[in-house]
């Protein structure tokens, strides 16, 4: 059954009715402004109502009372003698006689709490995190399954830090769900006033899960979660090596949805050749070989769907020494690694593989020997795979500086580097 709604009014100017009118009826509202689409939805649901001059006005704030009407009027209609509001807030409210009844439905609702005592204010505009709240604790009255894990989008609010605490849980809500966006540089601002286009663009995701952000993404299991394609699978290393599923080497989303129907995981798949290499730089350049001791230090930035692979072989005789009594050292983790005895060094291999697999798109690889003879070099050379060339090993040295200067053949090779 459609619910009526009741347009929001706004006490110091009278509205008209805008059943029918569309942001392209508004005098102020641009077609290309991002809140113009929002504007139309809003106005055929009759939740905000345009003024008499045939304008929007979108940048204006909204009050309290009227963001709390609206909210209500959106999740149980217009209110009437059967779904009149049975409890009464404690405060003794100043607000106008028209708004108390949705203040006490709200409470009903649990919209409002007496906790929240800045709704006690009367006539002041509502503040982006007090918008916040009342929607996350809407979405929860209209029964959606919250979100469980919201830790990724902490990444994605520039001023999460400055935020007050009793907005965080309920802003990660709501960006989780979709319903908030933020603004281009990445803020919330939730001591910012509400504007009308703002609130339009809430309430309207609100009601309307395909106008969510990022309705339309598919969200994968990932150990536990859901995520989509694109966000960040830690958001607690900085953001260089935040990775998602996208920079796994699996072509594309489409073919990603096929890998899973086929049973595959990310756990299955290697990360794209400059994301692994990104990382194995970072092992290459920490390495030290001094006398006989090697030292290197693995970060601990690889995404839970990957794992180390670094092998050290050598002799721990520099003399008479032949392949069968060739010696190794394996680390499959992070951490800061010593090794001694190191007399004569093979090869330090550099990986990063699939937690469930051993194929891998990049490798670095530090070479002493010749290859198939037990001859050593005068110096190690250092390949990354499949760049067709070598390079003098340069302790502490990585991939920007061997290749600074290098011109590679487009006709036999190209190498994309992108971090």
Partial sequence: MKKKILATFLSAVTLVSCGSALAANY???NQSAW???YVNKISELNAFSGYEDGTFRPDNQITQEEFIKTVVCLICGELNESNAPTVKNTWNSKWSSWAVPYLDKAFELGLITEQDTKFKLVGIPCTRGEMAKVITRAVEYLKEEP??????YIAKLNDYDRMKEEYKPYVLQAYAKGILSGYDDGTFRDDGLLTRAEASSVLVRLIDKSERVN???TLYDYFGRKVTFTEPLRTDVPEQYQVSISDHDVISQANYNESVQLGGTPSDYCLSRSKAMMFEDLVLQSIRYDGDTITLTVPDLL?????WAISIAYW?????YDFTTMKSHYVGEPGT???????VLEEISIKVLPLNSSSFTSGIFIDNGV????????????????AQTTFEWVQGQGYKDYFKDYVFDENKYEFELSW
């Fill in 27 to 29: 005098s102020d509202v």
């Fill in 371 to 386: 290859n198939l003879s037990l001859e050593r070099r005068e110096k190690p050379l250092v390949d990354f795979n499949n």
């Fill in 35 to 37: 809140y113009s689409s």
């Fill in 147 to 152: 979100v469980a894990d919201t830790s990724t």
């Fill in 215 to 217: 309705a339309d993404e």
């Fill in 303 to 307: 995404p839970q769907s990957q794992r």
């Fill in 337 to 343: 690694f010593e090794f001694n005895d190191i007399k």
């Fill in 316 to 320: 721990d005789t520099d003399k008479d």
